[in-house]
């Protein structure tokens, strides 16, 4: 089970602002428009799961701090960037539902990620990357199996 949750790299439930009508600056207006902050870490996150898929190291190396550090509930203790880096591996995934609080030089980017498992099967993971403002790296990962997220919107609504 550790081992499908690191292979991988997945904001299940919608703000209560954003079911009473209230503009959400994290999502964009309603007409799905992306703010600049949900713009430039879906670009990063991207990024990340690009340089994944074609398993280029150097592009990994540029994008994951040193520092970095993974977390799950499939393991007791962190994983290291080293270890992280050794294990990952390039599924089909899709990002949806992203949305980004900045604060203190840190912005924190959660989202559901769909990969494609064995059998042709859909796994649906919960993500919070914590990714570092001034140099654009990421520097934590805490990802989870997503219990019961909402599945694929039909339609693109710009948030991905």
């Not at 990952?88 to 924190?108: F, T």
């Not at 990969?115 to 990421?138: C, E, I, K, M, N």
């Not at 599945?151 to 991905?160: L, Q």
């Amino acid at each position: 089970m550790i081992r499908a949750l690191l292979i991988v790299l997945a904001c299940g439930m919608a703000p209560a602002h954003a079911q009473n009508g209230a503009p959400n600056p994290a999502h964009g207006p309603d007409g799905g428009a992306a703010t600049r902050s949900v713009a430039k870490y879906l670009t990063l996150e991207r990024r990340l799961l690009a340089a994944i898929g074609a398993h280029d190291s150097g592009a990994l190396s540029a994008i994951v701090d040193p520092d970095f550090e993974l977390r799950s509930p499939a393991a007791q203790d962190t994983e290291s960037r080293a270890d992280w880096l050794k294990g990952v591996s390039g599924r089909p995934a899709q990002l949806r539902a992203l949305a980004v609080k900045e604060a203190d030089g840190l912005a924190m980017v959660s989202f559901l990620l769909d990969t494609q498992g064995p059998q042709r099967q859909r796994q649906t993971y919960f993500v919070v990357d914590a990714w570092r403002q001034s140099s654009g790296t990421l520097q934590a990962r805490y990802i989870s199996a997503a219990v019961s997220a909402p599945p694929p919107a039909r339609k693109p609504d710009g948030r991905e």
